[in-house]
């Protein structure tokens, strides 16, 4: 069993930036991935990014060029570094990790067995 805890959500104006983490009670084994999600108000949760273990990173066109995942190995923790924020980013954000997510996958929630509570981010116009 994984626990994952989010933080770093807030408030902030259009063109801001915020950090997420999101700290891991052990690290996933094997071929794992570690993504964020996001959902705003009335809208169905979608992919944000994710990092499998190789390094390589895959981003959702809306946020490309603005947000960073990275993770720090040692803390068995994920980032989420997001610039030039806007508006529509506002939502709650969640992060999420499974194994064997195969790479085609990895853009589908459903893949992910683990969740953390969620991190509110509110950007202001």
């Known amino acids: 069993q994984v626990q994952l805890v989010e933080s770093g959500g807030g408030l902030v104006q259009a063109g801001g930036s915020l950090r997420l983490s999101c700290a891991a009670s052990v690290r996933p084994s094997g071929s794992y991935a570690m993504a964020w999600f996001r959902q705003a108000p009335g809208k169905e949760r979608e992919f944000v990014a994710t990092i499998r273990y190789s390094g390589h990173t895959y981003y959702a066109d809306s946020v490309k060029g603005r947000f960073t995942i990275s993770r720090n190995n040692a803390k068995d923790t994920w980032y989420l570094q997001m610039n030039s924020l806007k508006p529509e980013d506002t939502a709650v954000y969640y992060c999420?990790?499974?194994?064997?997510?195969?790479?085609?996958?990895?853009?589908?929630?459903?893949?992910?067995?683990?969740w953390g509570q969620g991190t509110q981010v509110t950007v202001s116009s």
């Open positions: 999420a990790t499974g194994m064997g997510i195969i790479q085609s996958s990895l853009r589908n929630g459903a893949a992910y067995t683990f």
